[in-house]
């Protein structure tokens, strides 16, 4: 009997109280209640916490954890002590009567500071290709890397930024949709939309060296790098965290502002710590802490669009503001959109 209780314990710590308790579902149980002065919680606040006793067993000692790491109760008070934003999963671990439950509430982490407004000054236009759905933008020294998007119109290629001209340009199969790109190790890393495939290309002379798959990311929409860890957006309020040597996935974080999480970052740039990340579908761009997810600023690039010539066919959906590439001599960002005709080379100040 003593075996048979311990492996019903380890197998079904999480729902169950201990096999002698009948099997009874720890939510029938216990419950965890916040204090109702609660509206929001935010990165570090204190909050109150207790343990609703709905069969009024004896409880001998309660501790609690945040995404499993252990968080101290002082007056049934506990510190949102977490590294990162978002979803997260609060735990309670209650010794009752002999036996141990563990019972589960998911919270929203939010942001404590609201997100700071940035404006833009134009320090100069260039010609940009119209038959680019740009989706990736990224210098390397003096030249510009492009990879664009729709099926049949997927191309990667590198050119001056100055005058437009292309050094050299690949295209993709027809059955791929070409998304972000970014550079790291002498080599280009390419992702497309929705085949859960990615490319690897020598920088230099473009040759296809590899391909990857994609884990726990839904789909493939930007990247970027701090050049030890690949950040790859997918479409979701997640941006993963992919390890170049073997191009897996090993956590990820989510964007998150002081009342919302945000699942809109699309192209991606890293600079300082910060990652800058194209709102999709609008004229944006987010300024995200690399390391808890928290959208520090917005960027209103709003204007740009009036100066571009449109087109007979335009379409407010398929030509918007993507692409963002920051030219570290230079000190400025450089931004465009998908089919557009120019690009602009901007600096960034607060509003």
Not at 314 to 324: F, H, M, P, R, S
């Amino acid at each position: 009997m003593r075996i048979v209780k311990i492996i019903c314990i380890i197998l079904i710590p999480s729902l169950y109280m201990a096999c002698g308790s009948g099997n009874q579902k720890a939510s029938n149980l216990f419950e965890i209640t916040i204090d109702k002065n609660v509206k929001k919680i935010t990165q570090f606040d204190e909050i109150g916490v207790t343990i609703k006793n709905k069969k009024n067993k004896d409880i001998n000692q309660v501790t609690y954890s945040i995404d499993g790491k252990d968080v101290p109760l002082t007056n049934n008070t506990i510190k949102i002590d977490v590294s990162t934003l978002g979803n997260k999963t609060l735990t309670a671990k209650i010794n009752s009567e002999g036996e141990t439950v563990v019972i589960n509430k998911n919270i929203k982490v939010f942001s404590a500071k609201a997100p700071e407004i940035y404006t833009y000054t134009i320090i100069k236009e260039y010609p940009h290709d119209t038959g680019a759905y740009t989706q990736g933008l990224e210098f390397f020294n003096d030249t510009l890397y492009e990879s664009t998007g729709k099926n049949g119109k997927s191309f990667l290629r590198k050119l001056d930024f100055s005058t437009g001209k292309v050094y050299e340009q690949i295209n993709l199969d027809d059955s791929y949709f070409g998304e972000g790109i970014t550079i790291l190790n002498d080599k280009i890393y390419q992702l497309t939309w929705k085949s859960g495939l990615g490319f690897i290309y020598d920088l230099h002379t473009l040759k296809k060296l590899d391909n990857f798959q994609y884990g726990k990311s839904r789909e493939g929409w930007g990247l970027a790098n701090d050049g030890n860890i690949i950040f790859k957006s997918d479409g979701t309020e997640k941006i993963w965290f992919i390890n170049p040597n073997t191009m897996t996935e090993e956590g990820y974080i989510e964007t998150v502002t002081n009342s919302s999480i945000v699942n809109s970052a699309n192209e991606l740039e890293f600079v300082d710590g910060k990652l800058y990340a194209n709102v999709y579908q609008k004229p944006s761009v987010m300024i995200i802490n690399s390391n808890s997810g928290a959208i520090e600023g917005v960027i209103n690039f709003s204007g740009l669009s009036d100066l571009i010539t449109k087109s007979a066919d335009w379409d407010k959906v398929n030509n918007v503001l993507n692409g963002i590439a920051y030219h570290p001599e230079r000190k400025t960002f450089f931004v465009t959109g998908k089919f557009w005709d120019k690009m602009f080379e901007v600096k960034i100040q607060k509003k």
